[in-house]
């Protein structure tokens, strides 16, 4: 005699709804642009030369690119050749901002947690995943919550099988 056995997803039927952060992160080529290689000898920031290089730079290079630019010399740069760069590329690129890498993403994702429709989670249970295969920058996680605590339910993070509480409405 056999019996069948019937298996059920427990998680899928309790109305967890699983959110995992970097599905928000823009895809997209990310180029930096240090100044130091637009300067003269890598320090002083000759007017003319500047501009003739800025002029010369290939945009097709940053088509479609999120654009960190930075300043790895120990030279003072004036404001106006942050305009020059960001007027030279801002019909090509999708975002271009000041500072490393990291401000470039925190920035990002600041943009898509608070352009994001959270409307599906009004009243119901979510789960944050903790594990990532991409860098997630902290602050993120802090915008989530912010966005999410006046919704949800409730608010959990990590994995369905061992997660942590973090509140309930």
């Known amino acids: 005699?056999?019996?069948?056995?019937?298996?059920?997803?427990?998680?899928?039927?309790?109305g967890l709804i699983n959110f995992d952060l970097s599905a928000l992160i823009p895809k997209g080529?990310?180029?930096g642009i240090d100044l130091k290689d637009?300067?003269?000898?890598?320090?002083?920031?000759?007017?003319?030369?500047?501009?003739?290089k800025i002029a010369a730079l290939n945009t097709d290079n940053f088509e479609d690119s999120y654009i960190y630019i930075y300043n790895s010399a120990?030279?003072?740069v004036p404001l106006w050749a942050y305009f020059l760069i960001t007027a030279k590329l801002t019909e090509v690129a999708k975002k271009i901002v000041f500072?490393?890498?990291?401000?470039?993403?925190?920035?990002?994702?600041?943009?898509a947690i608070q352009t994001y429709d959270f409307s599906e989670m009004n009243g119901?249970?979510?789960l944050v995943k903790g594990c990532s295969d991409q860098s997630i920058p902290e602050n993120a996680y802090i915008e989530l919550v912010e966005?999410?605590?006046?919704?949800?339910?409730?608010?959990?993070?990590?994995?369905?099988?061992?997660?942590?509480?973090?509140?309930?409405?």
């Open 74 to 76: 120990d030279a003072i």
């Open 29 to 31: 080529k990310r180029i």
């Open 38 to 52: 637009f300067l003269f000898e890598g320090l002083i920031l000759k007017e003319k030369d500047f501009r003739e």
């Open 1 to 14: 005699m056999s019996e069948e056995f019937e298996i059920k997803n427990k998680v899928a039927d309790s």
């Open 99 to 111: 500072g490393n890498r990291e401000d470039l993403e925190v920035l990002l994702m600041h943009n």
């Open 124 to 126: 119901k249970r979510v």
């Open 147 to 169: 966005q999410l605590k006046p919704l949800v339910k409730s608010l959990m993070f990590g994995e369905a099988c061992s997660n942590v509480p973090i509140f309930k409405n």
